[in-house]
Nanobody
Framework: QVQLVDSGGGLVQPGGSLRLSCSTSGFTFSNVTMSWVRQPPGKGLEWISSINGGGITKTTGSVKGRFTISRDNAKNTLYLEMTNLKPDDTAVYYC???????WGQGTLVAVTS
């Protein structure tokens, strides 16, 4: 079955960096558009970025220039490189395969001094 496993979150100071990973299985990863979505504490879901099988990306304005989505089709893995992190980036981050309505379990990113 389709499985998505998020990892890489943690506690980081403002200005720091993290790389999130999403390991996938159960489907042909290279054919599927993948996305990152986040949910800040007490708030709703926010779409962050998407990448199609060919590597074309879209990213929301609030993180453009700081966050970079990428994928390794040979490893069936999605990434989110996050730089210059801000306290407002604190959230649980989820990878999503919308075609299958599948979500990872989420990984917490906490940006605090």
């Amino acid at each position: 079955q389709v499985q998505l496993v998020d990892s890489g979150g943690g506690l980081v100071q403002p200005g720091g960096s993290l790389r999130l990973s999403c390991s996938t299985s159960g489907f042909t990863f290279s054919n599927v558009t993948m996305s990152w979505v986040r949910q800040p504490p007490g708030k709703g879901l926010e779409w962050i970025s998407s990448i199609n099988g060919g590597g074309i990306t879209k990213t929301t304005g609030s993180v453009k220039g700081r966050f970079t989505i990428s994928r390794d089709n040979a490893k069936n893995t999605l990434y989110l490189e996050m730089t210059n992190l801000k306290p407002d980036d604190t959230a649980v981050y989820y990878c999503v395969a919308a075609s299958f309505e599948a979500w990872g379990q989420g990984t917490l990113v906490a940006v605090t001094s």
